[in-house]
């Protein structure tokens, strides 16, 4: 029986999926960076570029390293490798606090990750595996918390996901956008197993970049669905004839703040989200926060209903 040869790259051990994902995050890398690049103030975008430049590290040294070739001991490039893998692991916490505004995820985000995330490999990685040079040992007792951590961590998002859903009186969008994003973060809870049981670099290429591309699609989708009701309602706003004076008169009335006022009359000169967000300097996602609170305060679900309301003389 004639033996499969292994699918590497040249004279490296990096198997050709791992190379694919990293070309796939090259290019989405170029394209995050110059839409970036021309709107520095979106800082939910950085945080999504800081995800993805560790991704492209997690598979390139995953991809290398170890290797007994290189002059580099082999202890310090399994420290290198369990280290940008805890580094994943630990900033997907942090990147779905800031980028889903997920309140009761802030103490982990904070305190929680450093604590039962960072210490555990500083003491049995850095410190102990070091000392003893027994992977084995490290793996053993170094992942014991937080593998452990990290299932308690994904039933906290299950509930903060739960309690955005109850105060956003039951969106379902909101809903459904969420639990595709926490569906997505079901690979990163079993990294910590792939890793323990040593289930070579396809598996874990497969487990960590799942959970990403994933986050990805659900970060494009929620720009095309956006862009899509925003291009439906400016469609039907285009027959009706708007008064500046009483639009901002109303907005007064109404206790809008000067800043809501703003982004109030520019909804209603029908400036799509990304207009009003290049206009004033601030990002997409601090446009959506007020247009929620404008929304709240006038009682409208819509920018018709919006409209409507303000552009009435009272």
């Not at 494009?220 to 669905?225: M, V």
């Not at 706003?237 to 703040?257: E, P």
Request: proline share 4%; glycine share 4%.
């Amino acid at each position: 029986m004639t033996k499969m040869k292994p699918m590497n790259i040249g004279c490296t051990q990096m198997h050709t999926v791992t190379l694919v994902a990293i070309v796939i995050e090259l290019i989405l890398l170029g394209a995050q960076g110059a839409y970036y690049l021309a709107r520095p103030y979106d800082r939910t975008r950085l945080w999504y570029i800081g995800l993805l430049l560790l991704m492209i590290m997690l598979n390139t040294i995953n991809g290398l390293l170890p290797d007994p070739r290189y002059a580099i001991p082999i202890y310090i490039q399994n420290i290198i490798v369990t280290g940008i893998g805890f580094t994943v692991a630990s900033y997907y916490p942090l990147y779905f606090y800031k980028a889903f505004e997920l309140k009761k995820l802030r103490f982990h985000a904070i305190y929680g990750i450093p604590m039962f995330m960072l210490l555990p490999y500083f003491l049995f990685f850095v410190v102990g595996y070091s000392i003893h040079e027994d992977i084995d040992f490290a793996r053993r007792y170094g992942f014991l918390i937080p593998g452990i951590y990290s299932a308690i961590l994904l039933i906290t998002i299950g509930r903060s996901i739960h309690f955005s859903y109850r105060k956003n009186d039951y969106s379902l969008s909101l809903f459904a956008e969420r639990l595709a994003a926490y569906i997505a973060m079901l690979p990163w809870s079993l990294m910590p197993m792939v890793v323990y049981y040593q289930f070579g670099q396809l598996s874990e290429t497969l487990f960590a970049n799942f959970g990403f591309m994933a986050v990805s699609t659900l970060l494009l989708y929620r720009d095309i669905r956006l862009d899509r009701a925003e291009q439906k309602q400016l469609e039907n706003l285009r027959q009706l004839v708007m008064d500046t004076d009483t639009i901002k008169l109303n907005c007064q009335k109404n206790l809008l703040s000067p800043r809501e006022i703003e982004i109030a009359i520019l909804l209603c000169h029908r400036l799509r989200r990304r207009d009003i967000a290049d206009k004033l300097f601030i990002s997409d996602r601090t446009v959506d926060k007020h247009t929620e609170r404008i929304f709240l305060k006038m009682g409208v679900t819509s920018r018709e209903e919006l409209l409507e309301k303000l552009n009435t003389p009272s």
